[in-house]
Nanobody, 121 residues
Framework: QVQLVESGGGLVQAGGSLRLSCAAS????????MGWYRQAPGKQRELVAV???????SYADSVKGRFTISRDNAKNTVSLQMNSLKPEDTGVYYC???????????????WGQGAQVTVSS
């Protein structure tokens, strides 16, 4: 079994900052990509930021220059530092990881439980 557990999020005024963290645990052999998605009310889930093993971070245009994704491969964790938050950043943020398990071939996508981020104007 594999679990992704998120922490962080909350309520902040526009211009403020929040930090999200996600830890993957279980029978993990390797992790390819780790990233963050968000879903605003009435909208589809969208990619916010992703970092692939050995690669550079990639960001949605709407968050470039404000959000920073970081990863600790030794601890199987990924974090998202969110600065200069705007009301349109409001939504549920989900951690996602492409995980290879011992005894299995390929990578499977796993999701965290979601963390609410609310930015007031």
């Amino acid at each position: 079994q594999v679990q992704l557990v998120e922490s962080g999020g909350g309520l902040v005024q526009a211009g403020g900052s929040l930090r999200l963290s996600c830890a993957a645990s279980g029978s993990i052999f390797s992790i390819d990509a780790m990233g963050w998605y968000r879903q605003a009310p009435g909208k589809q889930r969208e990619l916010v930021a992703v970092i692939i093993t050995g690669g550079s971070p990639s960001y949605a245009d709407s968050v470039k220059g404000r959000f920073t994704i970081s990863r600790d491969n030794a601890k199987n964790t990924v974090s998202l530092q969110m600065n200069s938050l705007k009301p349109e950043d409001t939504g549920v943020y989900y951690c996602q990881a492409q995980i290879g398990r011992s005894g299995y071939s390929g990578y499977v996508g796993y999701w965290g439980q979601g963390a609410q981020v609310t930015v007031s104007s």
